[in-house]
């Protein structure tokens, strides 16, 4: 896609951070923009944001987690603005600890939240950019941390993992059909949003409660390397201009540190040939 005036985005957690540099940067773009965050006043803020910037927007307040919402939220693009074009899956969180003492609230969240609601946007949304037979893009935002492991954060990894997998097989499979639908996954590192405070996106039916993990030692361990790591990392804004770079160049993993692109080196030569790694 090369040509974004008058198209439509989608980005799920883009009140703040990555998805509302997105946001943003679809708008200097001259593109509509549909805004989905728990955090309805942090949507609204950036739906605000973004009128401001000349162009419509509308936003819905929804926890993406759950698959009515990304429903939902098809709905509400399609009755404001006839079409979908480009569908980030971009709302995520993040818990650190072991797996052996992370609550299963924490677990179950964050499987759902980083895993299932990008999974849950392609099966929703890919109907209808097949039925509009444009050509369409959806941005899966992953992580480094999809690449590599850690003893650190074994959610966080996990998911990110799978949602690397799955980006790669839904692009595979879209073109082994010849669908106009191009996915790409976006693999950054350490970025300076507030992903580590998590309270801020948690939906009620996660919400802490007595679990004596949330004042343990190795709870506020997790907070202050999350924090330190975040804070270290690029600016947000850096990650939305380098997404429509990537869209322009029909790039599939989409890079914001070196140390990424040298770790998915193997990754990226597959894709590229068109080799399934099973096969050889």
Not at 159 to 179: D, N, P, R
């Amino acid at each position: 896609m090369k040509e974004f005036k008058d198209k439509v985005l989608v980005v799920t957690g883009g009140g703040r951070g990555i998805g509302r540099a997105i946001a943003v940067e679809a708008a200097k773009r001259g593109m509509k923009c549909v805004v989905n965050d728990i955090d309805g006043d942090a949507a609204r803020s950036v739906v605000a944001e973004l009128k401001a910037l000349g162009t419509e927007a509308v936003a819905q307040e929804a926890d993406i987690s759950l698959y009515e919402n990304i429903e939902a939220l098809l709905k509400l693009t399609l009755d404001t603005f006839g079409r979908v074009d480009i569908l980030c899956n971009n709302a995520g969180c993040a818990v650190s600890g072991p797996i052996w003492e992370l609550p299963k609230r924490d677990i179950d969240w964050i499987a759902e939240l980083n895993f299932l609601s990008h999974i849950y946007g392609m099966k929703v949304f890919i109907p209808q950019m097949i039925k509009q037979g444009t050509p369409c893009e959806i941005i899966n935002t992953e992580s480094t941390a999809g690449l590599m492991t850690s003893g650190k954060a074994t959610m966080y990894h996990c998911t990110k993992a799978a949602g690397v997998a799955a980006s790669e097989s839904v692009y595979m499979g879209l073109k082994e059909h010849g669908y106009p639908i191009t996915v790409h996954c976006l693999v950054p590192a350490y970025v300076k949003t507030t992903i580590h405070l998590a309270d801020l996106h948690r939906p009620e039916r996660y919400k802490m409660n007595d679990d004596p993990y949330y004042t343990s030692e190795e709870y506020k361990a997790g907070q202050i390397r999350s924090e330190r790591g975040v804070m270290s990392g690029i600016e947000d804004w850096y990650v939305g201009e380098a997404v429509f770079t990537a869209i322009e160049d029909e790039k599939f993993y989409i890079f914001t540190h070196p140390e990424s692109q040298v770790i998915a080196q193997g990754r990226v030569q597959r894709l590229a040939s068109g080799v399934n790694p099973m096969l050889g």
